[in-house]
């Protein structure tokens, strides 16, 4: 119970944060990624913000627990190669916000706001996860036999 409601708690303050900053609203987002248009840098420093309290989070949580609290072990990459897989879904990450304005994390908690696309992106995007999921099964039993 206590993971559900530490997700529950954590995925509040997400949501909260996206619909704030205007990173639920896909033309804001267009307008960051539109330089030679009509640029809106106010996108830069909510990506700034949460990247210095995650880099200044992660210094806290590990230096004061040796486990999390939800679970045996931290569950960290261990890959540190920057190879075909991670290349192209950035790619396909990055062509897909510049396209249509949303990002994949900040999609679920635009569904509450009532936007028309956002169901339709959502479930695009699961689409492609199943595709991806499903053709990385495929090549790996290709790869065993």
Do not use: H
Request: glycine share 12%; with cysteine; hydrophobic share 55%.
């Amino acid at each position: 119970m206590n993971r559900v409601v530490s997700a529950l708690v954590i995925g509040a303050i997400f949501g909260t944060g996206i619909a704030i900053s205007g990173m639920g609203n896909p033309a804001k987002v267009l307008n960051f990624f539109d330089i030679a248009g009509t640029w809106d840098p106010s996108l830069l420093l909510v990506m700034a913000s949460a990247l210095a309290v995650t880099a200044i989070g992660y210094r806290v949580v590990f230096a004061a627990r040796p486990k999390p609290v939800c679970a045996a072990t931290y569950d960290l990459p261990t890959n540190r190669r920057i190879d075909l897989p991670l290349l192209a879904g950035s790619s396909v990450f990055g062509i897909g916000w510049g396209m249509t304005g949303f990002c994949p994390g900040g999609a679920i908690p635009v569904l509450a706001l009532g936007n028309a696309e956002t169901p339709i992106f959502v479930a695009a995007m699961v689409t492609g996860i199943i595709i991806a999921r499903t053709l990385r099964q495929r090549a790996a039993q290709l790869a065993a036999a």
